[in-house]
Structures are given as structure tokens and as C-alpha cells.
Nanobody, 123 residues
Framework: QVQLVESGGGLVQPGGSLRLSCAAS????????MGWFRQAPGKEREFVAA????????LYADSVKGRFTISRDNAKNTVYLQMSSLKPEDTAVYYC????????????????WGQGTQVTVSS
């Protein structure tokens, strides 16, 4: 079973950029679709972006469309989330997860989660 470790979070000013990485262990990474979710204090964990196994299909929440880009490198067993034009409302713990089937937007369709990385957007 794949295991996931996120990195790249931190403190950034509004309008800034960050790139999150999610490194996967296990030989089956390239067979999984992958997703990024985020959870702000006191809020539900919400969908951010997803990518299919080949990278040929990407999906985004309306709140990040045009600002965030999800990508993957199957040779490196890594999925990325490039975040630009960051806003204070993007502040959250960001999680990557492995998709098992069904809608990419639904949290229950992911069965392996990383530990999360904190992103704070503040001046």
C-alpha cells in the first residue's frame, strides 16, 4: 500500500507562491489518481485539486481554479501542487491522498492520506 508524505508548506505573504510536494512510497503509485485537500481551523476538509494516474486529467475546486496547478512525476513517485496568487483564505493544512475510484471530489473515495503540511498566508 502506498504511503504519502507532504512537504513544502510554510508562511507566505498574500499574492505569493508555494509549491507543495507529496512523495509516495510503494510500487503502485503510478496506478493511483491523486488528490489534494485542505482543512482550515473549524472547517471541514475540502477538495482542492486532483489528477488522474497519467496526469492527463486534472480537476480543481472553483476557489483555486486559475491559481493552483496540480501535476505529477510518476518516475519520482511525487505529486505537486503549485499555488500562486495566494490569499489569506487559502490558509489551511494541506493533505494529499490516493484515490480509489469514483468521484475525485468526494473525500470518502480516497483511502490513504498524508500527515498534512501547514500553509499560512499572512502579511
Amino acid at each position: 500500500q502506498v504511503q504519502l508524505v507532504e512537504s513544502g508548506g510554510g508562511l507566505v505573504q498574500p499574492g505569493g507562491s508555494l509549491r507543495l510536494s507529496c512523495a509516495a512510497s510503494g510500487r503502485t503509485f503510478s496506478s493511483y489518481g491523486m488528490g489534494w485537500f485542505r482543512q482550515a481551523p473549524g472547517k471541514e476538509r475540502e477538495f482542492v485539486a486532483a489528477i488522474n494516474w497519467s496526469g492527463g486529467t486534472t480537476l480543481y475546486a472553483d476557489s483555486v481554479k486559475g491559481r493552483f496547478t496540480i501535476s505529477r512525476d510518476n518516475a519520482k513517485n511525487t505529486v505537486y501542487l503549485q499555488m500562486s496568487s495566494l490569499k489569506p483564505e487559502d490558509t489551511a493544512v494541506y493533505y494529499c491522498a490516493a484515490h480509489t475510484g469514483g468521484s475525485f471530489y468526494v473525500r470518502a473515495n480516497y483511502n490513504v492520506w498524508g500527515q498534512g503540511t501547514q500553509v499560512t498566508v499572512s502579511s
